[in-house]
């Protein structure tokens, strides 16, 4: 998307920002700060404050800065007389009935209110003083709400809508209008994910963490940037310390979001569940050890399986950590027999991105921006906040479809995305992708869809079906695939999102990435795991090495290791359990139902203290670096690898500090233009996997030793407490 610019002043200063962008954003992307109290960048301004009040050259009176947009020849000044005397009048007022204490106040330091009166130098409000004495709302784990404290700037109330959640809303009247759930009941009874995008939002001291008061001021804190790997958003994420210990933990990006998982569930890097030291089975029962005893019996294990040695990399892995141990089982013990279990419950798309864009398909979601799509095609996916699935890529469609987006919903049930005003719904019979997706590409191709120079357009032409047929044979209505076409036809900047409702099937997938070949829309397998794109670029992948290059020798797959091996070393969170082997090595933080089965277990370190770098669902590479110490004896991947590599081969071994300087040669092929890839459109066995239970599963370990569990509503066979 070419984005246009303007040429105009702020303050004298000649710039150029984009076209359209509110004076408050174009402002920030020159270094110049508009003050503000109720803006939330890249969300519709309302003007609720007042703060942010500009002089433009031309106009009689000030206007606001988060409703006027930017254009061409513009002349803005942010900083008259009069424009002064509104902010400190505001902030006079705002003082009034907003409580004096930032001497021992939490947010002191981080306070919008208080920054701006030290910068009108306002000590104290000259208008009479109110208290309203509402009772502090602390009755939910994580999240406390005081409403003395509240400006009614309206930031949170905003971006819970904003994001589909509508647990925040503005209760009564006038002056004592204040921020509440309905009827006021702790947020725990109203449908709170507990995502804390409030608490960013929050300028003051109204929304903050449960417990942050005991962890003293901002400028008390230690900060790191660091990544959360629970899931395949792969969040950036600011964490803070106090002595040593993470206390809280924020979103990097203004306006981003992190799951309840992301934000709170730190807490479980020092539970009671936490691995360690290395454990071996003795007598039936798992009893600890040494690191050296440990090592031994990987070596010996590994050497005595040879070739029938099996490794499985989870996409929870560093690309480090996973290059290091692709490169143990293939060059140290001698066995191709490696895969990570997105080959699993994303096979079926990996192979046909493979066969629709080359080997380098894989990373195809690199080229796709949701965040500009003006059409969301979601097919076999259904990523919630409430069902604690892919909860950011819920959002970020959420906040397309609030900005005019269009979402197409392609799914067996109506999930909470289908419920949207913006959304249309085509629930199909399970197992019908195929045939459905042939009669919208028929409809779209009628309504004169007109496409790029695609390879073997003609092909799939022939292939297709009549809308009537895919009617009768999914069970849509023609009249929904029609409309669903013409939204398709119309779109700009569409994009489709592949999930594992469809992923595990070749020719479900195909027929989805035929359907964005069409508009050459972007395309985004969703990942499950943090780095599963990652891993498997780093050659975790039984027939592919590093960089996608084809692999010296075919092993066995992710499924086919599951039935059967000598020795099977797995190393970080699978979501399966029924693994046969003679030996069962497991790498992992916390202990799990598989930790259980396991014959020896290594601990590793566990989400922030880990450092290297991953890719994302979305394609992004994020560098990050270490945010807390390793705990006890666990260890990095990337150290576990090169020390079973040295017990198992002195001549073979290889040294953990040169893994990073090998990640970084790995290159991938170039990503192809695209083929239609033809695939019969009819009724199939029902394929579709909940990525609910699959990510649930994955974070078993995490999640039973953190307070996060406690505002999850998971079936109990999912999780071990």
Same mark, same amino acid.
């Given at each position: 998307?070419?984005?246009?610019?303007?040429?105009?002043?702020?303050?004298?200063?000649?710039?150029?920002?984009?076209?359209?962008?509110?004076?408050?954003?174009?402002?920030?992307?020159?270094?110049?700060?508009?003050?503000?109290?109720?803006?939330?960048?890249?969300?519709?301004?309302?003007?609720?404050?007042?703060?942010?009040?500009? /002089?433009?050259?031309?106009?009689?009176?000030?206007?606001?800065?988060?409703?006027?947009?930017?254009?061409?020849?513009?002349?803005?000044?942010?900083?008259?007389? *009069?424009?002064?005397?509104?902010?400190?009048?505001?902030? !006079?007022?705002?003082?009034?009935?907003?409580?004096?204490?930032?001497?021992?106040?939490?947010?002191?330091?981080?306070?919008?209110?208080?920054?701006?009166?030290?910068?009108?130098?306002?000590?104290?409000?000259?208008?009479?003083?109110?208290?309203?004495?509402?009772?502090?709302?602390?009755?939910?784990?994580?999240?406390?709400?005081?409403?003395?404290?509240?400006?009614?700037?309206?930031?949170?109330?905003?971006?819970?809508?904003?994001?589909?959640?509508?647990?925040?809303?503005?209760?009564?009247?006038?002056?004592?209008?204040?921020?509440?759930?309905?009827?006021?009941?702790?947020?725990?009874?109203?449908?709170?994910?507990?995502?804390?995008?409030?608490?960013?939002?929050?300028?003051?001291?109204?929304?903050?963490?449960?417990?942050? $008061?005991?962890?003293?001021?901002?400028?008390?804190?230690?900060?790191?940037?660091?990544?959360? +790997?629970?899931?395949?958003?792969?969040?950036?994420?600011?964490?803070?310390?106090?002595?040593?210990?993470?206390?809280?933990?924020?979103?990097?990006?203004?306006?981003?979001?992190?799951?309840?998982?992301?934000?709170?569930?730190?807490?479980?890097?020092?539970?009671?569940?936490? @691995?360690?030291?290395?454990?071996?089975?003795?007598?039936?029962?798992?009893?600890?050890?040494? $690191?050296?005893?440990?090592? *031994?019996?990987?070596?010996?294990?590994?050497?005595?399986?040879?070739?029938?040695?099996?490794?499985?990399?989870?996409?929870?892995? +560093?690309?480090?950590?996973?290059?290091?141990?692709?490169?143990?089982?293939? !060059?140290?013990?001698?066995?191709?027999?490696?895969?990570?279990?997105?080959?699993?419950?994303?096979?079926?798309?990996?192979?046909?991105?493979?066969?629709? =864009?080359?080997?380098?398909?894989?990373?195809?979601?690199?080229?796709?921006?949701?965040?500009?799509?003006?059409?969301?095609?979601?097919?076999?996916?259904?990523?919630?906040?409430?069902?604690?699935?892919?909860?950011?890529?819920?959002?970020?469609?959420?906040?397309?479809?609030?900005?005019? %987006?269009?979402? @197409?919903?392609?799914?067996?049930?109506?999930?909470?995305?289908?419920?949207?005003?913006?959304?249309?719904?085509?629930?199909?019979?399970?197992?019908?992708?195929?045939?459905?997706?042939?009669?919208?590409?028929?409809?779209?191709?009628?309504?004169?869809?007109?496409?790029?120079?695609?390879?073997?357009?003609?092909?799939?032409?022939?292939?297709?079906?009549?809308?009537?047929?895919?009617?009768?044979?999914?069970?849509?209505?023609?009249?929904? @695939?029609?409309?669903?076409?013409?939204? =398709?036809?119309?779109? *700009?900047?569409?994009?489709?999102?592949?999930?594992?409702?469809?992923? #595990?099937? /070749?020719?479900?997938?195909?027929? #989805?990435?035929?359907?964005?070949?069409?508009?050459?829309?972007?395309?985004?397998?969703?990942?499950?795991?943090?780095? %599963?794109?990652?891993?498997?670029?780093?050659?975790?992948?039984?027939?592919?090495?590093?960089?996608?290059?084809?692999?010296?020798?075919?092993?066995?797959?992710?499924?086919?290791?599951?039935?059967?091996?000598?020795?099977? =070393? @797995?190393?970080?969170?699978?979501?399966? +359990?029924?693994?046969?082997?003679?030996?069962?090595?497991?790498?992992?933080?916390?202990?799990?139902?598989?930790?259980?089965?396991?014959?020896?277990?290594?601990?590793?370190?566990?989400?922030? /203290?880990?450092?290297?770098?991953?890719?994302?669902?979305?394609?992004?590479?994020?560098?990050?670096?270490?945010?807390?110490?390793?705990?006890?004896?666990?260890?990095?991947?990337?150290?576990?690898?090169?020390?079973?590599?040295?017990?198992?081969?002195?001549?073979?071994?290889?040294?953990?500090?040169?893994?990073?300087?090998?990640?970084? *040669?790995?290159?991938?092929?170039?990503?192809?233009?695209?083929?239609?890839?033809?695939?019969?459109?009819?009724?199939?066995?029902? =394929?579709?996997?909940?990525?609910?239970?699959?990510?649930?599963?994955?974070?078993?370990?995490?999640?039973?030793?953190?307070?996060?569990?406690?505002?999850?509503?998971?079936?109990?066979?999912?999780?071990?407490?």
């Amino acid at each position: 998307m070419t984005i246009k610019m303007v040429n105009m002043e702020f303050d004298g200063k000649a710039v150029s920002v984009p076209e359209g962008m509110t004076l408050v954003d174009a402002a920030a992307t020159v270094g110049i700060h508009i003050p503000n109290l109720c803006h939330i960048k890249e969300l519709r301004g309302v003007g609720a404050c007042r703060m942010c009040m500009v /002089e433009i050259e031309g106009m009689k009176t000030p206007v606001t800065g988060c409703t006027t947009r930017t254009k061409e020849g513009m002349k803005v000044q942010t900083k008259t007389p *009069k424009v002064e005397e509104i902010r400190k009048f505001v902030t !006079d007022l705002v003082l009034s009935f907003h409580p004096l204490d930032c001497m021992t106040c939490p947010k002191a330091g981080d306070c919008d209110l208080q920054r701006y009166a030290a910068d009108l130098s306002i000590r104290e409000s000259s208008f009479g003083r109110k208290s309203f004495n509402y009772e502090l709302n602390d009755k939910s784990p994580f999240i406390t709400i005081d409403n003395n404290y509240c400006t009614l700037c309206g930031r949170c109330v905003r971006v819970c809508k904003e994001q589909g959640t509508n647990v925040l809303d503005f209760m009564g009247r006038g002056i004592t209008t204040k921020v509440s759930t309905a009827q006021d009941k702790p947020l725990h009874e109203s449908g709170c994910t507990f995502c804390g995008s409030c608490v960013e939002a929050c300028p003051v001291n109204t929304i903050m963490e449960r417990d942050r $008061w005991q962890h003293g001021r901002e400028w008390d804190l230690e900060k790191h940037e660091s990544v959360c +790997t629970a899931c395949g958003s792969g969040c950036s994420v600011i964490v803070s310390k106090k002595d040593g210990r993470i206390v809280k933990v924020n979103t990097k990006e203004s306006n981003g979001y992190i799951c309840a998982i992301g934000r709170f569930g730190f807490d479980s890097l020092g539970s009671g569940n936490r @691995i360690t030291k290395p454990m071996k089975r003795q007598d039936g029962k798992l009893v600890t050890t040494t $690191w050296e005893e440990a090592l *031994k019996i990987a070596a010996d294990a590994l050497k005595k399986a040879g070739a029938n040695a099996g490794f499985i990399a989870s996409g929870s892995l +560093t690309n480090e950590e996973a290059f290091a141990f692709q490169k143990l089982a293939r !060059d140290v013990a001698g066995s191709a027999n490696i895969d990570t279990p997105a080959s699993s419950y994303a096979g079926g798309a990996i192979s046909a991105l493979r066969a629709a =864009y080359g080997d380098a398909g894989i990373a195809v979601a690199s080229k796709a921006n949701l965040s500009a799509a003006d059409c969301v095609v979601v097919i076999g996916a259904d990523p919630s906040q409430k069902q604690q699935s892919l909860q950011e890529i819920d959002v970020m469609i959420r906040r397309r479809a609030q900005a005019g %987006a269009k979402v @197409i919903v392609v799914s067996t049930e109506k999930t909470d995305l289908a419920h949207h005003q913006n959304a249309i719904l085509l629930q199909l019979e399970a197992g019908t992708d195929t045939a459905l997706l042939a009669g919208v590409m028929s409809a779209a191709l009628a309504e004169g869809l007109t496409t790029a120079d695609t390879k073997g357009l003609d092909a799939l032409r022939k292939a297709l079906v009549s809308v009537d047929r895919a009617s009768s044979t999914s069970g849509v209505s023609v009249e929904q @695939i029609m409309t669903a076409a013409k939204t =398709y036809v119309a779109a *700009k900047q569409p994009v489709v999102v592949l999930g594992t409702g469809i992923s #595990a099937n /070749e020719e479900a997938s195909l027929q #989805a990435l035929n359907l964005a070949l069409l508009k050459n829309a972007g395309v985004m397998p969703l990942m499950l795991e943090a780095n %599963a794109l990652g891993v498997m670029q780093m050659g975790c992948l039984s027939a592919m090495g590093p960089g996608y290059a084809k692999a010296k020798q075919a092993g066995k797959s992710y499924s086919e290791m599951k039935s059967g091996m000598k020795a099977l =070393y @797995i190393a970080g969170n699978v979501p399966d +359990t029924d693994f046969k082997a003679d030996v069962l090595i497991v790498q992992a933080s916390h202990t799990n139902a598989l930790t259980q089965k396991a014959d020896l277990v290594l601990p590793m370190t566990a989400l922030f /203290e880990k450092h290297g770098t991953i890719v994302n669902t979305y394609g992004t590479e994020k560098v990050f670096a270490q945010a807390q110490p390793a705990t006890a004896e666990s260890k990095d991947g990337v150290e576990i690898a090169a020390e079973v590599s040295a017990a198992v081969s002195k001549t073979k071994a290889f040294k953990a500090k040169d893994i990073a300087a090998l990640v970084k *040669k790995v290159k991938t092929g170039k990503l192809g233009a695209g083929t239609f890839k033809p695939v019969k459109a009819a009724a199939a066995k029902p =394929y579709g996997m909940s990525t609910t239970v699959l990510l649930l599963a994955m974070n078993q370990g995490l999640l039973s030793g953190s307070a996060v569990l406690k505002v999850i509503e998971v079936k109990q066979p999912i999780l071990q407490k």
